[in-house]
């Protein structure tokens, strides 16, 4: 056992509370739903980034390269000056989403380079410019841009010319669960000694403005360099500052003077620090120096090409003696050399140097994006006893069907600026590479989402913040499985308990789908946009311009997925306790039934499969007038290959109730095992086939798939087919057209804000899926079914084989190519080929269909980290 191994030992023996202190602080708070107190949800300009630095947030905290406790009482994070901004940096800037011409952007150059599952050791890197940051010229010239441009970054500005910026690193490393100790290197990259003013910032999140009662929480100097804490949860903690720097004091409450031109006589508010940096009204913080919010003000001038470090200790420890001397320095030695020794047990000893650091850099953006959530949506509705009432519209607004939601934890988000708020069907991706390193985690995180207080009365799971009763697709169930399957294999033992308690849960959200999303009772499911947002011709989560619905083949997918998952997971517990065959039994029958009406939707119609393209489509269904297929080449039509699980035959002998009710099916009801490829004829070491698809279908939509005019590309398979990039989808309803068409990057509508393009570009949790569904089918066809790879090429292929091969294009998004090139920073010769930025790697929400650069949000390891799972079980 390394030594983190013992430390996630310890947290779940409840021995020490290593995971107390961690990156739960967000990049971004201002603009979210939760601060939106507006009368009709516009959330992006009721709090933007320039009130960021003025306003007490009432839910949660932001700041750069942050940590925080788990329940957010005590943030730190660092601030930074070079003297030419006209703000001080205390969080990352980006584009609102009407501001950006593709939805909302983070515009900073910021990395997650390492963490430990404890955060008992973690790195990050913020890169500076020495120049003006230059706020307004990323406004205006993503605002002057039209959606079939791309999108106008911080490097495009002109900033990091001739390196003259910094790259300013924080390093956090824990010497006890309560005493870590931070270490700020800054770096001038240029050719000049330049200034830079560094300021560790500690404070509490504002609890006391909204009810009145809460205690106060306070901050003062009690000594040269050392700023005392006192918290009623947490009682004294102490900020060490080395060298002796300023110490300035000022409370964490709103400047109302600048934001709503009333005076009501605060003297220290929040962004107090900011006015005496800035302005030098030294007059605005607190001479008494105590307050809610402090920071340690260094001012250093940093020779050409040479670093210089700062030293801080936020500790419990009352005695002070040589804790910033050399001990200080072999903690941080010890720390380091345990998270290569832990890492060292996870990623495969034969990956690549530069493979390695891809994998190390996806754990660390994955744990980093850990963060405190809080969002008590009956509260946020009805308003606070000491803060105006919220908007009369707001009882029947946003979320106000959510009225039981009560979120207080630490999540895994997306990412921590564009998603700082956890999204349910990203958050089941994440887990499965989570599991690798830290399986306890990823289990509570499922566990989380089926907890009464997250989890609808009436079974749904809560989508994401901007609208909580939005449809996810249903892969809960299936990343409970695979997390189950991880820990079993890296422990010897898999975890039952956890499996019966979330697949309990999982009961009442299957029963709340087949209720509310199966809109004639005839098992085809509808769902709204299911995640996959623009795709198809119409919006999907708003009532159809032609009337009527769409039987889709996504949502009827899913569903079969779903019933699969479930199934899989009765049969594993059905080993110890035969009470869950009758369970098992039913999901059976649950998929029979969806798979015979993927085939046949009424007696009129051969349903979602068109036998003449080979291809699954999905159905618009108008009232009294028939069904007419759209028959636009996407992801909806692959989706259905994701409900396939093969039965082992040593499993079904030892469950004969299960087995009884399955041979009755198979001889009772052929109409319904027809479609049901292949119950009745054994495959590879006897085992049993559960597929939608049967031999022939699978070839026929393999086919398009692995063409690489039409779904492959060099990296992974497109969302929609490159085939209507020439012949895109046109539909004529009413004398209105709607038309779909491949687009490899962002997308040119305003669908979803504008901000997510499944029409062309490549997406991390979908190739994922396929390429675990091609395990499986090779898994009962064997190594003699075999198809073309690519398609036309000649090149033949069993279906592990082309697992394998989807794989490697999807790891060399990130990997350096012959020419030392890695595709996910496209023509950026800045990350290419400068020694400061070559081996940072950003993961990105998807990926251009083409070429494989990186598209949408930048820093969203959550399901993009799969590829470290990949690269675990696949190589390079």
């Known amino acids: 056992m390394t030594a983190e191994e013992a430390r996630l030992q310890q947290i779940r023996d409840r021995r020490a509370h290593w995971n107390r202190w961690g990156p739960y602080l967000s990049e971004r708070a201002w603009g979210t739903v939760r601060e939106d107190y507006s009368a009709h949800g516009t959330a992006w300009e009721y709090l933007p980034h320039d009130h960021a630095r003025s306003k007490a947030y009432r839910w949660n905290e932001d700041g750069l390269a942050g940590i925080c406790d788990r329940h957010q009482r005590i943030c730190f994070a660092l601030a930074l000056w070079n003297g030419r ?16 011409n593709h939805g909302e952007d983070a515009k900073e150059c910021y990395f997650y380079l390492d963490s430990t599952p404890t955060h008992s050791y973690m790195k990050y890197l913020y890169k500076y410019p020495q120049a003006p940051f230059p706020y307004e010229q990323l406004v205006a010239e993503n605002r002057r841009r039209g959606k079939d441009e791309r999108e106008f970054e911080l490097i495009d500005t002109g900033v990091f010319h001739d390196n003259r910026y910094f790259d300013v690193f924080v390093e956090y490393a824990k010497a006890s669960p309560d005493d870590i100790l931070v270490q700020i290197t800054v770096a001038n ?14 404070w509490f999140r504002n609890t006391w403005s909204w009810s009145g009662a809460a205690h106060r929480p306070s901050l003062h100097a009690s000594a040269d360099g050392v700023i005392e804490l006192n918290e009623p949860k947490y009682g004294k903690r102490w900020l060490l500052c080395d060298g002796s720097p300023a110490l300035l004091f000022t409370e964490n409450e709103t400047h109302s003077a600048r934001l709503y031109g009333y005076d009501d006589g605060a003297r220290f508010v929040k962004d107090s620090i900011h006015d005496a940096i800035v302005h030098g009204a030294a007059d605005r913080v607190n001479p008494g120096q105590r307050g809610t919010k402090a920071a340690a003000h260094y001012q250093v001038t940093v020779p050409a090409g040479q670093a210089v470090s700062l030293r801080l200790r936020l500790t419990d420890a009352a005695s002070h003696e040589g804790l910033l001397d050399r001990a200080f320095d072999e903690v941080f030695e010890q720390r380091r050399a345990e998270a290569d020794e832990f890492y060292n047990t996870v990623i495969p000893a034969g990956l690549s140097p530069d493979a390695r650091n891809v994998m190390r850099q996806s754990f660390g953006g994955l744990l980093w994006s850990k963060q405190f959530y809080h969002y008590v949506v009956g509260d946020w509705i009805k308003g606070d006893a000491a803060a105006p009432p919220p908007p009369a519209q707001r009882r029947h607004g946003r979320n106000h069907e959510w009225g039981h939601l009560y979120n207080a934890d630490v999540i895994s988000m ?67 499985l695979r997390v189950y399957k991880i820990e079993k294999k890296r422990r010897g033992v898999g975890d039952r308990a956890f499996l019966k308690r979330i697949f309990h849960k999982l009961l009442l959200n299957f029963t709340w789908w087949v209720n509310r999303k199966d809109a004639e009772g005839r098992n085809v499911f509808q769902g709204g946009f299911l995640g996959l947002d623009n795709i198809g011709v119409f919006d999907r989560s708003a009532p159809l311009p032609t009337g009527g619905h769409i039987e889709q083949a996504d949502g009827t997918g899913w569903m079969a997925m779903y019933s699969l998952n479930l199934l899989a997971i009765a049969l594993e517990l059905a080993k110890e306790d035969p009470s869950y065959e009758d369970v098992a039994s039913k999901f059976w029958e649950h998929f029979l039934y969806i798979a015979h009406a993927m085939n046949h939707l009424g007696h009129d119609s051969a349903g979602m499969w068109d036998e003449h393209d080979g291809f699954f489509y999905d159905v618009l269904h108008r009232t009294n007038d028939g069904h007419l297929p759209l028959k636009v080449r996407s992801m909806v039509g692959l989706i259905p290959l994701f409900a396939v699980e093969t039965l082992e035959p040593q499993l079904v002998d030892r469950l004969p109730g299960f087995r009884r009710r399955l041979e009755w099916f198979v001889e009772n009801r052929p109409d319904l095992c027809a479609n049901v490829a292949c119950m009745c004829t054994e495959g590879a070491a006897q085992r049993r086939l559960l597929s939608i698809v049967d031999e022939d279908q699978l070839r026929s939509v393999l086919r398009f798939m692995l063409d690489e005019s039409e779904f492959l590309s060099p990296y992974g398979i497109r969302a929609l ?49 396929l390429i675990e569904s091609l395990q499986k089918f090779h898994h009962y066809l064997g190594d003699s079914f075999q198809v073309e790879c690519p398609t036309g090429s000649g090149q033949y292929m069993n279906l592990w084989e082309v697992a394998a091969e989807l794989s490697r294009r999807l790891t060399h998004i990130f990997l350096r190519g012959p020419a030392g090139a890695r595709p996910v920073h496209g023509p950026n010769g800045v990350y290419q080929t400068d020694p400061h930025w070559r081996d940072l790697v950003l993961f990105y929400e998807y990926f251009h269909g083409d070429d494989g650069s990186g598209v949408g949000a930048s820093h969203q390891t959550g399901w993009t980290g799969l590829v470290a799972k990949l690269m675990q079980q696949s190589g390079e």
């Not at 000694?193 to 560790?200: G, S, T, W």
């Not at 990823?442 to 009436?458: C, G, S």
């Not at 895109?728 to 997510?756: I, K």
Request: charge should be negative; hydrophobic fraction near 40%.
């Open 721 to 769: 087919s490159r085939v209507h990039k020439d012949q895109p989808y046109s539909l004529q309803v009413d004398g209105q057209e709607y038309r779909v068409g491949y687009e490899p990057a962002e997308s040119s509508t305003g669908l979803f804000g504008g901000n997510s393009n499944w029409r062309g570009p490549i997406w991390f949790p979908v190739n994922y899926l």
């Open 189 to 202: 990259r240029g050719m000049d000694d330049a200034p830079i003013h560094v300021l560790p910032t500690v």
């Open 414 to 480: 997306p990412d921590k600026w564009e998603y700082p708020w956890y999204a349910a069907w990203d958050l089941a991706f994440h887990c499965v590479p989570l599991a690798l390193v830290d399986s306890e985690f990823a289990k509570d995180q499922l566990t989380l989402m089926v907890r009464e207080w997250y989890m609808h009365p009436n079974g749904q799971l809560p989508a994401y913040e901007w609208a909580f009763g939005d449809v996810n697709p249903p892969v809960h169930s299936w990343a409970a």
């Open 85 to 100: 901004d006209p703000i001080l940096k205390e969080r990352i800037f980006g584009l609102t989403g009407n501001e950006g």
